[in-house]
Structure formats: structure tokens, C-alpha cells
């Protein structure tokens, strides 16, 4: 790394007041938005809530996240129907989600989301429009709940959002990690401290890695500059669409230093995401996954999706629906504590 790339990001780390490994991939930070009945989706800002530290109120209380990751498939047809009953989907879900992690969010999918009235009323969004995506034709999308991260209820595990940004790395297909950062109350620290100072720092990553055994594969060097940007925060999680197609893929978690979920908790299980319903051309696989460093998962499971075939007649408003599922991957919904330290 040149010195002119160091010294770039060790401003924006200080301008952004967020840690940031020293990397030739360069963050660009942008910002999170809600929705404004007159002026429709604007920033949002969270530094509004940092006079307000998050703080648990039972010190024994261990805060907990709830995280879905999805590929919600950006060729199928039916795009909006599907869009539609995803978030349906995962707005009945037990115990609520309240961080999702999109990708292939086409651009229809992402105006279908923006439009919808429980999007616009329970979430912030990474995106207002597709600005930030660059030449991709789909990208990812992050979505936080509201009523964790926009509140200032003084609930034994509220929690406060941190800046955002992508960070553009080596990709036949111009893909980037979608990155933030959000603060929880830490149980071992006193009350007495100032705004986010007597929280911890937990460093969030939604991921849709290279596609397809294409050689030289850069998946190996995707993997190691997420995991370096999860070490500088100390404490993180990324989830997506690995797209492990290569006899190399297998290792690529472990030997980064992260966690994989799913064979932590569920060694004896495939857990396939992908291939199941024996309509792809290729071999199942478990393409979507959760890794984690110095956090504590103790819940995963895939979550099979839906058909738009299986609809009752009621929610076919416009008109005979295709034979399509909702994706052609299936959702993983990971539940997580951050230790004491």
C-alpha cells in the first residue's frame, strides 16, 4: 500500500471518526436514510442520537441481534410480486428480525422496497436510490429496524447506528462490501461515561462475493479485506452470498480468522441455500453464509422460500401469477449475543 493510499485512509478514518484497516480497497462512506412522508426518502443522521448512550439496565442482561440474509434473485420474473411477499415474509417472522442483508437487489427491486409502507415505517435504509451502486445492475441493500436503532426508549438493549459505507475491492463484476458500524450497550462498562464511549463497537458486513469458478478467482482477496475491516473494529459479523464454486472457497473463512456460523452451531447439517428444489443446473450448495469474529452466535436456520403459485387468490390482485419462487436461494436467519468483556 502506497503511502499517498495510507494516508487517505487514516483521514477518513479520523474525519469518519471510525477505525479502518490500512488497505488498498477505499471506503466511500455515504449516508443512512428514512422515510419523510413530505420529502420522501432523506439522510438520516445518527450522531441526533449520540447524546444518548446506549447502556443495558440489567447488567446481566447480554445484548442480542437478530440478523437475515438473503439473495432475493435479480432475474426471476414477477420482480415486484416477489419483493412483495419476501417482505412479507420476514416482517411475520419470531423472533423479529432487525438487521436485513439484501442482495441482487435489482433497481425494481429496490423501488418496490422503498415504496412499501412497512419498509418506509419500520426500517432505515442504506439506499434512497441507486446512486450509490456504480455500475452494477443490482447490489446490495441493508435494512435496520427502527424500533433498535432509531429510538430513544430507554430499553435494556437499545442500541445506536454508526456511519456507513461501501468499500470497492477487487471483483470481475464491480462489486463491493457494504459496510457499518452499530454501537450496544457493553454490560462491564459504567453508565458514567460520555455518549458512545461506554458502548462497543460491532462492525457489520453485507456481502455478495464473485460469482462463477472464474480464474483468478478474487474471492480469496475479498475475503481477506472484509476480515481486515472486521479486525479493526474488533467485533463484526458478515453475511451474503459467498459464491464458494471452487475447491479453495471451502477454507476461505477459517483461514481469514472468522467464524462460520453455520458449522459452528451445525456441523452435522448441509444447510444448503442454494440448488435445493433440484431446478438449477448445478449441484446444491451453501452459497449464503454467516461468519463472525469475537461474537457469539447460539441460532441459525435456512428459511425455504415461498411460491408466487401458492398465493391465495386474495393477494393475486394483478391478475394469474407465474410458477416462480420468491428466490431461487434460501434466507438464513442467524440470532447472536456480544459477550462480556
Known sequence: ????????????????????????????????????????????????????????????????????????????????????????????????????????????ALQQLLGDARIRGSWLSSECDDTAWGKQSFATVTLVSKARFASNAESGENAILGPIWRVKYPSHFDRDALCCDIFVPSPTKPESESKLSSATRIRLINVHLDSLPIQPSHRPRQISIISSFLRAAGYGIVAGDFNPVLDEDATLIENSGLTDVWTSLRSEELGYTWGVDGEQPFPPNRLDKVAVLGLTPYSIQTLQPGRLSNLDSKSQQAGPSEDVPWSDHHALLCSLSLPAK
Open 1 to 108: 500500500m502506497n503511502f499517498f493510499a495510507r494516508a487517505r485512509t487514516g483521514f477518513m478514518s479520523w474525519m469518519h471518526e471510525t477505525p479502518l484497516p490500512s488497505t488498498e480497497a477505499y471506503p466511500k462512506f455515504q449516508s443512512w436514510h428514512h422515510f419523510d412522508p413530505v420529502q420522501q426518502w432523506v439522510s438520516w443522521d445518527p450522531t441526533r442520537l449520540n447524546n444518548t448512550t446506549p447502556r443495558s439496565t440489567n447488567t446481566e442482561n447480554i445484548p442480542k441481534l437478530v440478523l437475515l440474509t438473503w439473495n432475493i434473485d435479480a432475474t426471476s420474473s414477477q420482480t415486484q410480486a416477489r419483493v412483495t411477499e419476501i417482505i412479507t415474509f420476514i416482517t411475520d417472522l419470531d423472533p423479529k428480525v432487525e438487521v436485513i442483508f439484501l442482495q441482487e437487489v435489482s433497481k425494481t
